[in-house]
């Protein structure tokens, strides 16, 4: 079974240090990952440095990988207007350092992915006339079509509609289940976080705050800590765990800035 | 439905347009041949198509007369018109993919007016930048000013705060440079100089020779697999950097290999016949729209398209004043423009 662990990761970009000392547990197949962290804690700068795409020092293990390119990473999307069509975009991601000539193989792995995220009928249209959650399904496609052992997608449901969140989460819990499959996935909906991660890692101004199951990571002491906010978690109808949120952890400091 | 209908439906799906593709492929170069004939019919002399595709076909069945002059005299000149259009064509349709910029060309990168800087240094002062090819002293000068000018935009491309918007300024700051500087040249040169200097810039196929023809040729057929082979990672790049990259491309890598090869493409052509603009622009914006981003086949379609382009061109330069030949660089640019107006115009290039 597939591992990362990283050790001592640091990450610079443009001659900034952005991540530093960042040491985790080895994170096994099986499990997904949640990772968390406030806006520009480093997250995104986390995966592009596991993915090799940013320097730094300290390392990332790969044990147990069957494959010369293990990691599959779907980047936040940047809102180009790419005009390929959907069917060969994904193809595409598919075909990178392998041959000109497409297989049926490939075919069959692409429309495999198409119809596990239900976007068979988008095969068609082209990528630039999609709507934003329309669009983080084909990226979610492009990275599932690699066949990889770890997945790290940063933000995968930031523009899909609930149903559609409710619907990614649970396929890659059933993925990482029947393929033993890592997903790491960057994410703000600590909700999601709570009942769909069997783990989490929060990061915070370039360094991680803690790593391990998420029930013993998401609890109120340290989202107060890392986001400032007031929290409790209860459990609801169907006896998953519910995070519900008071407020600002600093609403009284607010309160007097109004006040002056 | 089951996971093999699936498959199966993709399949034929993607099947459909890959055959449409190789039609579109397959009518471009019967179009390109039909304006090769037509171009070899054209001239002082006037033979009929059927004469010509027969003088192609089996050279020795046609008079000697009609030999010399569709092999000799004419051929060199209308396969020159092929190549270059298809240099030129590949070279802007592969900058526009690197840079990601629709207006990316050997013209408006200052490539083309870099060569004409060099060129006009040997035809108006003898200078040669690279001294032992006394014979070719004109086309080595524009060659190398040519790559000069590719390295600089690529030096300056690798500066932080440096865009794929911001090379077009800079190819355009070079183009006025290398300008003003042929300006220069002219006022210091003797009138018979500034005679060849203007000519040269309006770009013409009337000194194709059958070496020239050879050394593009071979240029042409050693650029095009280096650049297929990397198809996949070139149609990746129309994505945007980030997917590009998160699909295991090494950007920076893949932009220098690709911008040597063009820029050689393109500093070889124009360094034989000229300036000749708009090739370089419109040859791929066709086949962008006919073909799609795939690689596998806009390469070829731009090729294609750049031929056929510079081919019609060469066939318009001979008919348009009858027995005079208008320099091709004039054609080009004066019917390159209203397609450059509409390219600006239409919603294709906001899809960029």
Same mark, same amino acid.
């Given at each position: ?17 952005? @991540? ?71 193809? &595409?991601?598919? =075909? ?107 990061? #915070? ?12 990571? /998401?609890?109120?002491? @340290?989202?107060?800590? /890392?986001?400032?906010?007031?929290? !409790? ?12 949120? #008071? ?14 | 439905?089951?996971?093999?209908? /699936? ?26 041949? +039909? ?6 019919? +054209? ?36 396969? =020159? ?6 240099? &030129? ?5 592969? =900058? ?73 300024? &800079? ?33 013409? &196929? ?21 650049? =297929? ?8 790049? !129309? ?14 890598? @893949? ?93 294709? /290039?906001?899809?960029?």
């Amino acid at each position: 079974m597939v591992s990362l662990q990283l050790q001592d990761l640091g990450a610079r970009v443009g001659g900034r240090q952005i @991540l530093s000392g960042i040491t985790t547990p080895p994170l096994t197949g099986g499990n997904l990952v949640a990772l968390l962290g406030p806006n520009a804690a480093g997250k995104s700068t986390l995966f592009r440095r596991i993915f090799g795409l940013a320097r730094g020092g300290g390392q990332v293990n790969i044990q147990g990988a069957t494959s010369a390119r293990p990691i599959a990473y779907m980047p936040q999307d940047n809102g180009g207007r790419p005009v390929l069509s959907v069917y060969e975009s994904v193809l &595409l991601a598919r =075909m990178q350092g392998g041959r000109l000539k497409v297989g049926p193989e490939d075919h069959a792995k692409v429309a495999h992915v198409l119809a596990m995220l239900n976007i068979t009928d988008l095969r068609a249209r082209s990528v630039g006339d999609l709507s934003g959650g329309q669009r983080q399904m084909v990226g979610a496609a492009q990275a599932l079509v690699q066949d990889p052992q770890i997945l790290l997608m940063d933000e995968p449901t930031s523009a899909l509609d609930l149903s559609r969140q409710l619907d990614l989460m649970a396929l890659l819990r059933r993925l990482t289940r029947d393929r033993d499959l890592l997903i790491v996935v960057a994410m703000h909906d600590l909700g999601h976080a709570l009942r769909h991660a069997d783990q989490a890692m929060v990061i #915070d101004r370039g360094g991680l705050v803690a790593c391990g199951p998420t029930s013993e990571v /998401v609890v109120p002491s @340290l989202l107060r800590q /890392v986001f400032g906010v007031e929290t !409790r978690i209860e459990c609801c109808s169907a006896g998953l765990p519910q995070l519900i949120v #008071d407020g600002r952890a600093d609403e009284s400091c607010l309160c007097r800035a109004v006040a002056v | 439905m089951s996971s093999d209908a /699936v498959a199966v439906q993709g399949r034929d799906f993607y099947a459909s347009m890959v055959l449409r593709r190789q039609l579109i492929l397959l009518a471009l170069a019967a179009a390109v041949f +039909l304006s090769l004939c037509t171009d070899l019919a +054209l001239g002082p002399a006037r033979y009929s198509l059927g004469q010509v595709v027969e003088a192609l076909l089996w050279p020795g069945s046609v008079d000697e007369q009609a030999r010399v002059i569709l092999w000799e005299i004419r051929m060199p000149v209308a396969l =020159m018109a092929l190549v270059v259009g298809a240099s &030129l064509s590949v070279a802007g349709m592969q =900058m526009q993919t690197i840079l990601n910029n629709p207006l990316a060309s050997p013209f408006t990168l200052g490539i083309s007016a870099g060569a004409g800087f060099g060129a006009a240094l040997a035809l108006a002062f003898g200078v040669a930048l690279f001294p032992l090819a006394a014979e070719y002293i004109i086309p080595v000068n524009a060659f190398l000013m040519a790559m000069l000018t590719s390295l600089a935009i690529y030096a300056l491309s690798l500066r932080q705060g440096v865009n794929n918007e911001t090379i077009i300024l &800079l190819g355009i700051a070079l183009v006025f440079i290398f300008n003003a500087l042929m300006s220069l040249i002219q006022f210091f040169a003797s009138q018979q100089a500034v005679a060849a200097v203007v000519f040269w810039t309006m770009g013409s &196929l009337t000194k194709a020779t059958w070496p020239k023809l050879w050394i593009l040729l071979a240029i042409l057929v050693a650029a095009t697999p280096l650049l =297929m082979r990397r198809g996949w990672a070139l149609t990746a790049m !129309r994505l945007g950097d980030a997917k590009a990259e998160s699909m295991g491309v090494n950007l920076r890598a @893949l932009r220098l290999e690709v911008l040597l090869i063009v820029s050689l493409l393109a500093s070889v052509s124009v360094s034989f016949v000229g300036t000749i603009g708009f090739i370089g622009l419109v040859g791929p914006h066709i086949a962008r729209m006919l073909l799609g981003e795939d690689q596998r086949f806009l390469l070829p379609g731009s090729a294609l398209a750049g031929a056929l382009i510079l081919s019609v061109g060469s066939v318009l330069s001979k008919t348009i004043i009858p027995g005079t030949v208008i320099p091709i660089g004039i054609v080009t640019a004066i019917a390159g423009i209203p397609f450059f107006l509409y390219l600006i115009l239409s919603r294709r /290039v906001s899809s960029w």
